[in-house]
């Protein structure tokens, strides 16, 4: 049974940091792709950031660019993101997944998810 289990989430105030985690177990390989994703309420769920299998090649939105960092562990079942500069529009529910996309924001081409971790962000 394939799971992704993402943890770190949490409530900061405006311009605080945050690293959330998602480690991936039960997939026989490391090779697939990995993104972070957020949705709010009310909104459309958006790509955050995402990390190719061997970790060397990563994608961010232009809303967080520079100010996010996606990585991938030694063991590369496990992701990181580290979000600097939080703002209070950011807040949302951030998951992990996992799969095989053409287009690396585009939710519907992931087959692996996990339930979310919530981050909060006051101002």
């Known amino acids: 049974q394939v799971q992704l289990v993402e943890s770190g989430g949490g409530t900061v105030q405006a311009g605080g940091s945050l690293r959330l985690s998602c480690v991936v177990s039960?997939?026989?390989?490391?090779?697939?792709?990995m993104a972070w994703f957020r949705q709010a309420p009310g909104k459309e769920r958006e790509g955050v950031a995402g990390?190719?299998?061997?970790?060397?090649?990563?994608r961010y939105a232009d809303s967080v660019n520079g100010r996010f960092t996606i990585s991938r562990g030694n063991a590369k079942n496990t992701i990181f993101l580290e979000m600097n500069s939080l703002r209070p529009e950011e807040t949302a529910m951030y998951s992990c997944?996992?799969?095989?996309?053409?287009?690396?924001?585009?939710?519907?081409?992931?087959?692996?998810w996990g339930q979310g971790t919530q981050v909060t962000v006051s101002s």
């Open positions: 039960g997939l026989r390989n490391s090779f697939y792709y």
């Open positions: 990390i190719s299998a061997g970790g060397d090649i990563t």
């Open positions: 997944a996992a799969g095989f996309p053409s287009i690396w924001g585009r939710a519907s081409q992931y087959v692996y």
